[in-house]
């Protein structure tokens, strides 16, 4: 058996997040990949099963790495409206930094290999955010409603703000996104801090 290589593993992540935002996700083939990251496609086949696997498993390590950037800093023990804050600047500054793994994440989001994800797992990953914000709901500092309204409300605006695509004419600074979080507090919260 072959020993892994942590250098041709990162080159096939790049690679798949390259092609697939390039040229999408159906002409996207093994060999392809496997060119861009400068390995034989029997390489790719070490680390993973097929084609499927590899989309898979990357949009994975995006999503893995993205909730390691997004606690960084976090401590358990925070207010509900510093501990959101923060995580919220970090997620907006991951995604204007990787708007690459950003567009990948959107189109796999949109694609039929979205329903392989076990969703569970993915939310492991932001389990103290999901804490947080449900210890806010019962504090009665976050309104108590679905989910995915306060994830719109949450999320919505970063993704939207972090895209040079969709706004380019926004300026990255500290003050525009502490603008912006204050703006999704407001729309969550039962009273400003």
Not at 35 to 45: F, G, I, N, R
Request: proline content about 3%.
């Amino acid at each position: 058996m072959r020993i892994k290589d942590e250098e041709k593993q990162q080159a096939l992540f790049e690679a798949t997040i390259k092609m697939v935002n390039e040229i999408g996700f159906v002409k996207s083939s093994v060999a392809k990949i496997a060119a861009e990251a400068k390995v034989s496609p029997a390489t790719l086949y070490i680390y993973h099963k097929n084609k499927v696997d590899l989309l898979v498993s990357t949009y994975l390590q995006i999503k893995k790495s993205l909730s390691i950037e997004a606690l960084k800093g976090f401590q358990s023990d925070m207010d509900v409206y510093e501990g959101l804050k923060l995580i919220w600047k970090n997620l907006f500054h991951y995604f204007s930094k990787h708007t690459d793994y950003f567009q990948f994440t959107e189109q796999f989001s949109n694609c039929p290999y979205a329903k392989l994800i076990n969703r569970e797992e993915v939310d492991s990953y932001f389990s103290p955010v999901f804490e947080l914000i449900q210890y806010g709901i019962d504090q009665k500092l976050i309104k108590n409603v679905d989910f995915e309204i306060l994830h719109c409300f949450l999320v919505a605006p970063i993704l939207h703000l972090a895209n040079p695509t969709i706004c380019n004419n926004f300026t990255v600074n500290n003050e525009n996104v502490d603008i912006a979080f204050d703006l999704a507090w407001d729309a969550i919260s039962y009273r400003n801090n």
